[in-house]
């Protein structure tokens, strides 16, 4: 996930098109990963809990929140991903909704609260629009 986000922040596009093994087989969107990363600033990664992922293990789950610039816009993505080892590398797969055993932000914000990405805005003007 680290170099995911790594690869991100520097605009890898072939490391993230790499690192990338849908699910349906389909290939990454390599133009819209590149648009993306064009227009995005990352600022921080927190890596909120994982599962899985040992030496044993060929799935793996990493929930994290990442803050970025999105065309000057302040934003946060917070997701739940799930990784395969194909031939003994890690890619990541595809995003799983986040469940109520999870949390999620709208669960634990309301509307008129501060934005917990540090903003300084309310919730429902940053994250939560």
């Given at each position: 996930?680290?170099?995911?986000?790594?690869?991100f922040?520097?605009?890898n596009?072939?490391?993230?098109?790499?690192?990338?093994h849908p699910p349906d087989g389909r290939h990454p969107d390599r133009r819209g990963i590149s648009q993306f990363a064009?227009?995005?600033?990352?600022?921080g990664l927190e890596v909120l809990s994982t599962e899985g992922g040992s030496r044993e293990d060929n799935t793996g789950v990493v929930v994290f929140r990442a803050t970025f610039d999105l065309?000057?816009?302040?934003s946060v993505m917070r997701e739940r991903s799930l990784f395969r080892r194909v031939?003994?590398?890690?890619?990541y797969t595809h995003e799983e909704p986040e469940t109520a055993a999870t949390?999620?932000?709208t669960a634990r914000t309301g509307r008129n609260a501060p934005c917990p990405c540090g903003s300084g805005k309310k919730y429902k003007r940053c994250c939560g629009g």
């Open positions: 996930m680290r170099s995911r986000y790594t690869a922040a520097r605009k596009v072939d490391y993230l098109v790499a690192t990338h064009a227009r995005t600033r990352w600022h065309d000057g816009t302040r031939e003994g590398r890690w890619v949390g999620s932000l």
